[in-house]
Each structure stands twice: as structure tokens, then as C-alpha cells.
């Protein structure tokens, strides 16, 4: 036990002494660099990061997920193919693949139901979504964005069975505190 204890205070002394190191910053240079949690959603523009992706469409397919009609299924695992989003905003730039594969993996690992890859012949329903956004202007050069993801679950003969979206705002002013 007490070799435990020791290991511990060794590691916090250790972290302690190479990140009190790092803050140090010669005389002469400026220090504009900081840590950053890979988690967070920090923004120095009015547009989507690889972390709202990931937020956005988590959150979408989850309400998808625990929907009552996907919850009616129970054990029974239909197939199901997730198309690639459409991008109806004003940004050709959104990487619409990747907004694809946090939606499959998504629905790959809720267990629910089996995905299957848009060349099968064989499958129950066909989910499909679409990135939209809207800009608005204000006085003094604020911008606000507002993106919506949405779900679609339809049948193979075209029949909606589900609609699932949410939303994401941001907001830029031009005196940006950066």
C-alpha cells in the first residue's frame, strides 16, 4: 500500500514540476499559445468544427435512437442504410463524410439495428439527412448562424415513418475578443 501512495506522489510531483516548466516564457516573446480541450467547441469564426459535427449529429441520431418507433422494435434489428447528407447550407466547405460516419457509427453501436452499406439489396429502412443553415446580419457586423441537422426514416416504399432534427446557433461580432 505504501508503495502506491509513494507512485501517486511521485506522479503528482512529477506533473506538477514539467507543467509549472511550461508556463515559463522568456523575456522578449510573447505566449499567445494555450491548451485546448479537444472536447470543447471554441470558435474563432461563425462555422461548424469537427466538435459540432460530432455534437450535432450525436445528439440528432440519439433522438432517433430513443424514439417510440425505434423503441418498438424491441429485439427485432431491421437494416437500415444511412445516406450520406445532404448540405443545403451556404459552406460547400462542411465535410458532409464525416457528419455521415459519426451518424453510422452512431447507429452502429446503439445496437438497435443493423447497418448495412447503400449498394445492399436487402434492408428495412433508408435514413436520410440533411444540414441546412441560415445567416442573419445585425448592426455592427454581428453575424448569427443557425445550422439544422435532420433525420428522416423512410420505408423501402417511400413512406415516412420518422423526422428527428436540432439545431445548432452560433454568433460572431466583429469585435471579436481574440
Same mark, same amino acid.
Not at 71 to 84: C, L, N, Y
Not at 133 to 143: A, D, I, V
Given at each position: 500500500?505504501?508503495?502506491?501512495?509513494?507512485?501517486?506522489?511521485?506522479?503528482?510531483?512529477?506533473?506538477?514540476?514539467?507543467?509549472?516548466?511550461?508556463?515559463?516564457v522568456?523575456?522578449?516573446?510573447q505566449?499567445?499559445?494555450?491548451?485546448?480541450?479537444?472536447?470543447?467547441?471554441?470558435?474563432? &469564426?461563425?462555422?461548424?468544427?469537427?466538435?459540432?459535427?460530432?455534437?450535432?449529429?450525436?445528439?440528432?441520431?440519439?433522438?432517433?435512437?430513443?424514439?417510440?418507433? @425505434?423503441?418498438?422494435?424491441?429485439?427485432?434489428?431491421?437494416?437500415?442504410?444511412?445516406?450520406?447528407?445532404?448540405?443545403?447550407?451556404?459552406?460547400?466547405?462542411?465535410?458532409?463524410?464525416?457528419?455521415?460516419?459519426?451518424?453510422?457509427?452512431?447507429?452502429?453501436?446503439?445496437? @438497435?439495428?443493423?447497418?448495412?452499406?447503400?449498394?445492399?439489396?436487402?434492408?428495412?429502412?433508408?435514413?436520410?439527412?440533411?444540414?441546412?443553415?441560415?445567416?442573419?446580419?445585425?448592426?455592427?457586423? &454581428?453575424?448569427?448562424?443557425?445550422?439544422?441537422?435532420?433525420?428522416?426514416?423512410?420505408?423501402?416504399?417511400?413512406?415516412?415513418k420518422? &423526422?428527428?432534427?436540432?439545431?445548432?446557433?452560433?454568433?460572431?461580432?466583429?469585435k471579436?475578443?481574440?
Amino acid at each position: 500500500m505504501k508503495i502506491a501512495k509513494k507512485a501517486i506522489l511521485l506522479s503528482i510531483l512529477s506533473a506538477t514540476i514539467v507543467t509549472t516548466g511550461c508556463q515559463s516564457v522568456p523575456m522578449g516573446q510573447q505566449s499567445d499559445v494555450a491548451m485546448v480541450d479537444p472536447k470543447g467547441r471554441g470558435h474563432l &469564426q461563425a462555422q461548424l468544427t469537427m466538435a459540432d459535427y460530432v455534437a450535432l449529429a450525436e445528439k440528432v441520431t440519439n433522438k432517433m435512437l430513443v424514439s417510440k418507433l @425505434v423503441q418498438k422494435w424491441g429485439k427485432r434489428r431491421p437494416k437500415v442504410i444511412a445516406a450520406v447528407p445532404v448540405n443545403n447550407t451556404d459552406n460547400e466547405g462542411v465535410r458532409m463524410r464525416d457528419l455521415h460516419d459519426r451518424i453510422q457509427e452512431t447507429l452502429f453501436n446503439s445496437d @438497435v439495428m443493423r447497418v448495412v452499406d447503400k449498394s445492399a439489396t436487402s434492408f428495412d429502412y433508408v435514413i436520410k439527412s440533411e444540414l441546412t443553415s441560415t445567416r442573419q446580419y445585425g448592426k455592427g457586423g &454581428q453575424e448569427l448562424v443557425h445550422y439544422t441537422l435532420q433525420l428522416k426514416m423512410f420505408t423501402l416504399m417511400g413512406e415516412l415513418k420518422g &423526422q428527428w432534427s436540432d439545431d445548432l446557433a452560433m454568433a460572431k461580432s466583429e469585435k471579436s475578443m481574440f
